[in-house]
């Protein structure tokens, strides 16, 4: 969903502060909201994209304004809810009741092996990658265009990326799509990339010139630069000379048909 | 710049919900914030609605989001004036608290009858931003363009989701004042000002609907040709523009383009000697102001038909 979460390119938040020092919480409550968060706090268990677009559904002005766990915090609040296991007048009034009296007992529950469980995961890491069948679309060096997708559910296509050409830097394999695994349609995993888009691509005439994104995406998200025909022609002897002729500079063509040989270097230059 | 306030496009933000009856001010301060913005609120004078529209977009992003119309009026303000080192804003907050602990204190109130005249008849005349400039339009109604990718870090009417779009020019206004660089102060660099249809597939790719377009008030330098379409190149030669006429409007649309070219052959015949009435004469010279204002006489025709079409 186009949100205020997909901040790229968006002015007007100030400077990014760097803080020094390697604290992972900065107060007891945050690792208390990330447990809470790994054990799913009462809720049924979701993938981490479906997580992070009960983050996108926040209110605009509370995820703006919220810290990095408030948002963690405010999703399980809005989970919650719309499960039909609290109210927020329920929530509400724990809040006041808490605030009214400091020293009340905070309710507790052990469970040992659940947490050995969570350290286990957590240490281990868990890999979105999957083997498919299908072959990959693309190669490193292709050129393609990414797709103008506006969906009201989860992308990982932000709107500053969308509709712009670029080359295929690398191929990871097949990877869970995020956009469908976020809605419970599936794990649907397909072929990703990462993707370089030259910023005068993004962000047009005022940006710098040499300067490039890498951007990892996933391949329904792209498809084939038809102006680009290089990549066609390159497995294509015959064609090879028309192509270099429509979309290269004429003295680089001269120089080309000097020698045959040279003709796919210098088209993996130009790009 | 690309703020939060430029929010075409953007989800979350829920339903829309319209007020019956609404009235203008739902609050007297409203009112009073509102009379404070156009008598100046003690600032020196910002060139026009676009400095004062480019304060608001300034504003911090949650301020932004969670103000209402005058409350985004308001803060403007108290920015400005904060900015200007008129005030500081621990004095605004110190008299905000002290209004709130003694809400019968007398407000200090300033009569100057000639201020508010002069405003209230500017009300009535309005500030028109329609400029005359010599430079000729570069783009006729037909003429397909491409709006260009500008990510200004200053104030645009160009917002995000149009930038980089293929359009067709549907109406030329004239030239009017550019806010982008009148907001900063750079002059009123007046430009030929028109309107664009860009198609919703075009701007939201093919998940929205066929046959509904934007139509959108865009300023010539945010505008360049599109070569990738040969149409506008076409209507300079009216043996091709037949063709593309042909092609690229739906059938109904070019009935009415055949007819309306009818009707200016008919218009454009040399008067007779004994049509002379003021009415006759007033439409020759229309046409020709069309025809030195637009690439292609046949401009007329093709506008009219694409307003159909929209």
Do not use: C
């Not at chain 1, 009296?101 to 281990?124: C, H, K, T, V, Y």
């Not at chain 1, 397909?190 to 490039?212: C, F, K, P």
């Not at chain 2, 377009?213 to 037949?242: C, F, H, M, P």
Request: avoid cysteine; glycine fraction near 8%.
């Amino acid at each position: 969903m186009n949100s205020v979460h997909d901040i790229g390119g968006t002015d007007g938040f100030g400077p990014i502060h760097r803080e020094t020092g390697d604290s992972v919480f900065h107060e007891p409550w945050e690792s208390r909201v990330f447990g809470m968060s790994m054990l799913g706090a009462g809720l049924a268990p979701i993938p981490l994209d479906a997580r992070r677009h009960q983050l996108e559904r926040l209110s605009p002005v509370q995820y703006i304004s919220s810290t990095y766990y408030e948002r963690w915090l405010a999703r399980i609040d809005a989970a919650l809810v719309e499960a039909g296991t609290l109210t927020r007048d329920e929530i509400d009034k724990r809040m006041q009741m808490f605030a009214a009296q400091p020293d009340l007992p905070i309710s507790r529950r052990e469970d040992p092996l659940r947490a050995q469980g969570i350290g286990n995961i957590l240490r281990a890491g868990r890999s979105a990658a999957r083997k498919i069948r299908q072959q990959p679309r693309f190669a490193a060096g292709d050129k393609v265009v990414t797709r103008n997708l506006n969906p009201h559910g989860h992308t990982r296509l932000p709107r500053y990326a969308r509709g712009r050409r670029g080359v295929i830097v690398a191929h990871h394999g097949a990877h869970v799509f995020p956009d469908s695994n976020a809605h419970g349609l599936g794990e649907n995993p397909q072929h990703l990339y990462t993707v370089r888009i030259a910023m005068r691509e993004l962000w047009g005439d005022s940006a710098e010139a040499n300067e490039n994104l890498l951007i990892d995406l996933w391949e329904s998200y792209l498809e084939r630069d038809k102006t680009a025909a290089t990549s066609r022609a390159l497995k294509n002897p015959s064609a090879r000379k028309k192509v270099v002729a429509k979309t290269l500079p004429p003295a680089v063509v001269r120089s080309l048909a000097r020698s045959r040989r040279g003709l796919g270097k210098t088209i993996r230059r130009s790009r | 710049m690309n703020g939060v306030h430029d929010i075409g496009g953007m989800d979350g933000f829920g339903p829309i919900h319209r007020e019956a009856n609404e009235p203008v001010f739902h609050e007297d301060w409203e009112s009073r914030v509102f009379t404070m913005f156009v008598t100046g609120a003690g600032l020196p004078p910002v060139t026009g609605y676009d400095g004062a529209r480019h304060r608001l977009e300034r504003l911090d992003p949650v301020k932004y989001l969670s103000s209402s119309y005058y409350e985004r009026f308001l803060a403007g303000m108290e920015s400005a004036l904060i900015e200007t080192g008129t005030v500081r804003l621990d004095e605004i907050e110190a008299r905000i608290r002290q209004l709130a602990a003694k809400p019968d204190l007398p407000m200090p109130r300033r009569e100057d009858p000639a201020v508010a005249a002069n405003i209230s008849a500017l009300f009535r005349a309005g500030n028109p931003a329609s400029r005359k400039i010599r430079q000729k339009p570069r783009f006729a109604a037909g003429d397909k363009v491409l709006t260009r990718n500008l990510n200004p870090h200053g104030h645009t009417r160009l917002p995000r989701y149009a930038r980089g779009k293929s359009g067709v020019i549907v109406a030329h206004h004239g030239a009017h004042v550019f806010p982008d660089s009148n907001a900063h102060g750079l002059g009123e660099n007046p430009q030929h000002l028109y309107t664009v249809r860009i198609a919703m597939r075009e701007l939201w790719g093919d998940s929205a609907e066929v046959n509904e377009s934007v139509l959108i008030d865009l300023w010539e330098s945010y505008l360049e040709k599109d070569k990738a379409s040969t149409k506008s190149r076409a209507q300079k030669n009216t043996g091709a523009r037949k063709k593309v006429a042909e092609k690229t409007l739906p059938r109904a649309a070019k009935v009415q383009a055949r007819t309306a070219s009818a009707k200016r052959s008919l218009a454009q015949q040399p008067p007779s000697p004994t049509l002379t009435s003021a009415g006759v004469a007033g439409r020759a010279k229309t046409g020709r102001t069309r025809a030195e204002r637009g690439s292609a006489g046949g401009g007329r025709g093709s506008g009219r038909t694409t307003r159909r079409n929209r």
